[in-house]
Nanobody, 126 residues
Framework: QAQLAESGGGLVQAGDSLRLSCAAS????????MGWFRQVAGKEREFVAA????????YYSRPVKGRFTVSRDNAKNTGYLQMNNLKHEDTAVYYC???????????????????WGAGTLVTVSS
């Protein structure tokens, strides 16, 4: 059964960096767009970043643009989210997701995603 698994979360201080990984099992990764989302308890899951299946197109939400970088290595079936200059407000559970259609990811169509990971917690102390 195809799965996604995030890793790399943890507790850091404001201004630090983290790199999240999203590893896919099964033949589901290289032909799908990938997105990163985050969720704080009691709030809706929000779009963070997206990358096309080829890696040639990326999108970012306004709060993270210029600080976060999304990338992927299709040969390794793995995607990444490099997070620099972390802020307290970046604290959340981060999820990766895959879908065949990039606009589904960018538009934050949560119910429309083909696959979701279980999430990894990022805590940024101020």
């Amino acid at each position: 059964q195809a799965q996604l698994a995030e890793s790399g979360g943890g507790l850091v201080q404001a201004g630090d960096s983290l790199r999240l990984s999203c590893a896919a099992s099964g033949d589901i990764f290289s032909t799908r767009a990938m997105g990163w989302f985050r969720q704080v308890a009691g709030k809706e899951r929000e779009f963070v970043a997206a990358i096309s299946w080829s890696g040639g197109t990326t999108y970012y939400s306004r709060p993270v643009k210029g600080r976060f970088t999304v990338s992927r290595d299709n040969a390794k079936n793995t995607g990444y989210l490099q997070m620099n200059n972390l802020k307290h407000e970046d604290t959340a559970v981060y999820y990766c997701a895959l879908d065949e259609v990039l606009s589904t990811v960018v538009d934050g169509n949560l119910a429309g995603m083909d696959y979701w990971g279980a999430g990894t917690l990022v805590t940024v102390s101020s």
